[in-house]
C-alpha cells in the first residue's frame, strides 16, 4: 500500500523574499525621512531668523518670558501692576539672542546631520553597520549635550537681556525642567543603544569575513 505525498495548499513564503520586502520598506522610509531631516532643518533655521529679526518686540518678549518660564505670580491681585523683568530687545540684543540661540540650534542641526547621514546608509541597505552605530552615538551624545545647553541658555540669556537695567532690575535665573531631565535620559538610552549596536555590527563583520 502506498500513499501519495501530500503538500500543504497555504503558500509558503521564504525567509529571503521576507527579508527582503522587510529591507525595502526599510529603505522606502529611511528617503521619507531623509527628506524630513532636511525640511526641519529649513524650518528651524528660517523659524530662528524670524523669531529675531522679523517679530515685534511685544510678541518677541511674549515668546521669551514663555521661554525663560517667566509669569505673573498667581497671588498678585487684579488691581495690582505685575512688574515682569523689563528685556532689552533693541537691535544689538537681537543679534547677541540670535547668536544664543544659534549656538543650541547648532547642536540640534548637528544632531539632524548625523541622523540624515544615517537613514543614508539604510536607504542604501546597510542597516546593521559601524558607521551607523557611530551616527546614532553622535546623536545620543548631542542628545546629552542639548539637555544641558538649554537651561544653560535660559540662565545667559535672561542675564543679557537684563543687564543694562542696573541695580535691582537684573535678573539670573537658574533652573531644570523634567523635560531637561527626560532629554538627558533619553541620550544616555540611545547612547546604550548605539553602543549595542555597534558592537553588534562588529561582531556581524567579523562572521562575514569568516564565510
Known amino acids: ?8 495548499s497555504a503558500p509558503q513564503t521564504s525567509p529571503p523574499a521576507s527579508g527582503a520586502r522587510r529591507l525595502a520598506r526599510i ?11 532636511v525640511v526641519a532643518a529649513v524650518i528651524l533655521v528660517a523659524a530662528l531668523v524670524g523669531m529675531w529679526f522679523f517679530t515685534p518686540e511685544a510678541v518677541l518678549a511674549r515668546g521669551l518670558y514663555s521661554f525663560l518660564g517667566v509669569t505673573a505670580p498667581a497671588y498678585t491681585e487684579p488691581a495690582a501692576p505685575v512688574a515682569l523683568p523689563r528685556l532689552h530687545l533693541g537691535p544689538a540684543y537681537r ?7 544659534g549656538v543650541v540650534a547648532a547642536l540640534a542641526l548637528r544632531a539632524i546631520a548625523h541622523a540624515h547621514a544615517m537613514f543614508s546608509d539604510f536607504s ?7 558607521t551607523s552605530a557611530r551616527h546614532l552615538r553622535g546623536i545620543a551624545l548631542l542628545v546629552t549635550v542639548f539637555s544641558v ?10 542675564l543679557a537681556l537684563t543687564l543694562a537695567n542696573g541695580p535691582g532690575g537684573r535678573y539670573m535665573m537658574v533652573g531644570i525642567d523634567v523635560s531637561d531631565i527626560l ?8 547612547f546604550t543603544l548605539a553602543w549595542a549596536m555597534e558592537e553588534a555590527a562588529q561582531v556581524a563583520e567579523e562572521n562575514r569575513g569568516f564565510i
Open 1 to 8: 500500500m502506498t500513499t501519495a505525498p501530500t503538500s500543504s
Open 27 to 37: 529603505r522606502g522610509l529611511s528617503r521619507w525621512m531623509r527628506g524630513l531631516l
Open 95 to 101: 543679534v547677541l539672542g540670535f547668536v544664543l540661540f
Open 124 to 130: 542604501r541597505g546597510d542597516v546593521l553597520t559601524v
Open 149 to 158: 545647553a538649554v537651561p544653560a541658555l535660559k540662565t545667559v540669556l535672561m
Open 183 to 190: 532629554l538627558g535620559l533619553l541620550g544616555g538610552l540611545l
